[in-house]
């Protein structure tokens, strides 16, 4: 497997940040080779660019269908010869187009220990259901929402006082620490799936 990543995003970037960084400073073996961003004004754009990666803006709205437009990402992925996916703030739900593309090629993180907790606002989700404890969960994409087999989860307790705010700031701590871990397994080729398990063989 080659070890060259597309970056996929739609806002702050901090995780994009974080393996930019990890591949910087050789604690992370990648190439990312273009970030694209459904939103003209993420700024994890900006983070992109200040790295000298590839960058790419298309938006979902110049398009008919999702199917449309995850043509035309796949298009921007194949050019640069992408291998590994990783979505990182990426707030669409990818179409069959992609997620064929790329079998179990596509990486996605998401604040919550899932199964529980999907979709959008995971955090503020988990602080209104009272959960004690929650976390993150990098997995691999399948063709459902937040649902393929799960690569690395993290737990974080919940505090009584925690709000959406504060509950996110602390599990976004870890999901920093978790991406590039399981990034690496699966360019490795540590990875092998069976059903719903992926197996980290060590
Ligand atoms: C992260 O908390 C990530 O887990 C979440 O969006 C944030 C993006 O932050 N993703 C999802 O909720 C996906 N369902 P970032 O842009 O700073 O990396």
Do not use: W
């Not at 990402?73 to 790329?102: K, N, Q, T, W, Y």
């Not at 979709?119 to 969960?137: D, I, M």
């Not at 993290?154 to 705010?165: F, G, K």
């Not at 620490?177 to 990034?183: G, P």
């Amino acid at each position: 497997m080659s070890r060259t990543l597309g970056v996929l995003i739609s806002g702050r970037g901090s995780n994009l940040q974080v393996i930019l960084d990890a591949i910087d400073e050789g604690r992370l073996d990648a190439y990312v080779a273009i970030v694209i961003s459904n939103k003209n004004d993420a700024p994890g754009l900006e983070r992109a660019r200040k790295a000298g990666a590839t960058t790419a803006v298309l938006s979902h709205e110049d398009y008919d269908s999702r199917e449309a437009f995850d043509e035309a990402v796949l298009g921007r992925l194949s050019e640069h010869d992408v291998e590994v996916v990783c979505l990182a703030g990426f707030m669409r739900i990818l179409s069959p187009v992609l997620v064929r593309a790329f079998p179990n090629r596509i990486l996605n993180i998401h604040p919550s220990l899932l199964p529980a907790f999907v979709g959008l606002h995971a955090q503020k989700q988990a602080v209104e259901h009272g959960v004690k404890v929650s976390g993150c969960t990098v997995h691999l994409v399948d063709e459902e929402l937040d649902h393929g087999p799960i690569l690395l989860q993290q737990t974080v307790p919940v505090l009584e006082d925690d709000t959406e705010e504060t509950l996110s700031a602390r599990i976004l701590e870890q999901e920093h620490k978790l991406y590039t871990e399981a990034i690496r397994l699966v360019l490795d080729g540590k990875v092998r799936v069976d059903g719903r398990r992926a197996i980290i063989e060590t």
